[in-house]
């Protein structure tokens, strides 16, 4: 018995939790200043990601300083995966 009373408290909290995520999340406003603000801040991260990805490619393809292709790539995806992980 004490195996099953422990799976059923078990349950009841992940149910629980499931609620109050759920509760979290349809609580947010697209409206709320502090919503807005931190959308805005996001975007301007993301502008500024993609200004540091058009510099790099600048440096690669005018060779103004000594990149790798390896150094490149990396720094490429590196910054690529800083936008995905901002625009999701």
Do not use: H
């Not at 499931?18 to 502008?47: A, C, H, M, P």
């Not at 005018?62 to 995905?84: H, M, T």
């Amino acid at each position: 018995m004490k195996t099953k009373e422990r799976i059923d408290q078990a349950y009841k909290r992940i149910k629980e939790l499931f609620l109050l995520i759920n509760d979290w999340t349809r609580g947010v406003k697209e409206t709320n200043s502090e919503y807005l603000e931190i959308k805005k801040r996001k975007q301007e991260i993301i502008d500024d990601l993609y200004l540091e990805l058009g510099q790099l490619n600048k440096i690669w393809n005018e060779q103004e300083l000594p990149l790798s292709d390896k150094d490149y790539v990396v720094k490429f995806d590196n910054i690529k995966q800083r936008i995905r992980e901002l625009e999701k």
